[in-house]
C-alpha cells in the first residue's frame, strides 16, 4: 500500500502583485515507512533545536519569513537562526526526505493567468496530480493508496468527490477512499507534504531551483527515467527546471 501525502503553495486566485503559480506538492511513501516519516522529522527537530517544542509544526513558510508572532509562530526565528541558516534547515530538511528508501516526489504548478473565468486553480491542479497518482500506481503490486491531505476548509468536499470519482480523463481504481484532510502539526507527513509544495513554489513563482534540486534523485519518473509531465506537471505551460 501506498500512502500519499499532499499540501499547497502559493495563491489561489490571481492577485495584482502577488504569486501567479499555486502549487501541489506531495510525498508518497510504501505504508511501512510512514513511522520513518515521524522518526526523521523528530531526528531533524532535535538536530536543529527544536525538540523542546514539541508542538511547533515544520513549514516551509519558515526559511523565507523573518518574523515570529502568536498568530504565525516560527520557531526557526526564535531560535535566532538567519535567513542563510533557515534556508540550510530547509535543504536539510528535503536531503532527509530525500532518504527514504521509498519515497516518490510530485508536483503540480498551475499558472494562475492561463485560467478561465470559471476556472479554479485548486481544481486543475488536484485533478493534475491524482492523475499522476494513479499513474504511479502502475508500478506498484499492491494496487492500493491513500491520500491525506493538510486541512483546506474550502475546497475539502470538491477534493473528496475528485477522488472518488477520478476525472475526466482517468479514473482513480487505486483509491478506494476519499481523501483524508488532517491537521498539518499532528502529521510528519503532511509537514514533509509542505516542504516539497514549497520547493516547488520557489521554482514556479521565484525561479529558485535549490531546493528541487535536493529532491532531484527521488522525483517520480517513468521507466525511461522521465520526470517533466511524469513526476511533475505544469499547467498550462511547459515551464520546468533544468535539474
Excluded at 510512514?34 to 519558515?62: C, I, M, T, Y
Excluded at 491537521?183 to 516539497?196: E, I, K, M, N, R
Excluded at 520557489?202 to 525561479?207: A, I, S, V
Aim: one cysteine or more.
Amino acid at each position: 500500500m501506498r500512502v500519499f501525502f499532499v499540501d499547497d503553495s502559493g495563491q489561489r486566485k490571481l492577485v495584482t502583485g502577488q504569486k501567479t503559480w499555486f502549487c501541489f506538492g506531495a510525498v508518497s511513501v510504501d505504508a511501512s515507512h510512514v513511522s520513518e516519516l515521524g522518526h526523521r522529522l523528530a531526528h531533524l527537530k532535535k538536530q536543529w533545536g527544536l525538540a523542546p517544542l514539541p508542538d511547533d509544526e515544520v513549514k516551509f513558510n519558515q526559511i523565507g519569513r523573518p518574523h515570529d508572532t502568536s498568530r504565525k509562530p516560527n520557531p526557526l526565528v526564535r531560535l535566532g537562526y538567519d535567513q542563510a541558516k533557515r534556508t540550510e534547515f530547509g535543504l536539510a530538511a528535503l536531503e532527509s526526505l530525500s532518504k527514504v528508501k521509498s519515497a516518490k516526489v510530485f508536483g503540480v504548478g498551475v499558472d494562475l493567468t492561463s485560467l478561465g473565468i470559471n476556472e479554479t486553480a485548486p481544481n486543475w491542479a488536484w485533478k493534475l496530480l491524482t492523475e499522476r497518482f494513479e499513474y504511479s500506481m502502475n508500478d506498484e503490486e499492491d494496487k492500493c493508496a491513500l491520500a491525506i491531505c493538510d486541512q483546506e476548509d474550502v475546497d475539502d468536499e470538491a477534493m473528496r468527490e475528485a477522488l472518488l470519482h477520478g476525472t475526466e480523463f482517468t479514473e482513480l481504481p487505486s483509491f478506494p477512499e476519499p481523501v483524508m484532510f488532517v491537521p498539518s502539526h499532528l502529521s510528519s507527513g503532511v509537514q514533509f507534504a509542505d516542504l516539497v509544495a514549497g520547493a516547488f513554489g520557489r521554482w514556479w513563482n521565484h525561479r529558485d531551483d535549490g531546493y528541487l534540486r535536493v529532491l532531484e534523485p527521488v522525483l517520480h519518473r517513468d521507466a525511461a527515467g522521465q520526470w517533466e509531465g511524469i513526476g511533475v506537471k505544469s499547467f498550462r505551460h511547459n515551464d520546468y527546471p533544468s535539474l
